[in-house]
């Protein structure tokens, strides 16, 4: 088993908790990790190596999922101006 921690990053680029994560391989941890996000970013870790980084999806005043959001790494594109 191998052993990783799933970091939670608030709003002010703070860690805001941790969650520590034992399964079979890299690929699993992942899947793991992308489970944690939940509003807020999520750096993936084994010991000191960097592994990802999770955004949130982004959400539009409606709630609408932003379909340009995406967990490369890119910033979304941004959305027109509402005509409101």
């Known amino acids: 088993m191998e052993e990783y921690r799933a970091y939670v990053i608030g709003p002010d680029g703070h860690i805001i908790n941790r969650v520590d994560i034992r399964c079979s391989d890299e690929k699993e941890a992942r899947r793991l990790a992308k489970i944690a996000v939940d509003g807020h970013a999520v750096e993936l870790w084994q010991t000191d190596r960097f592994v990802e980084r999770f955004e949130p999806e982004q959400t539009h005043k409606t709630g609408a999922v ?19």
Not at 70 to 77: H, K, L
């Open 66 to 84: 932003d379909p340009q959001a995406n967990s490369t790494g890119a910033p979304p594109r941004p959305y027109p101006a509402s005509s409101r």
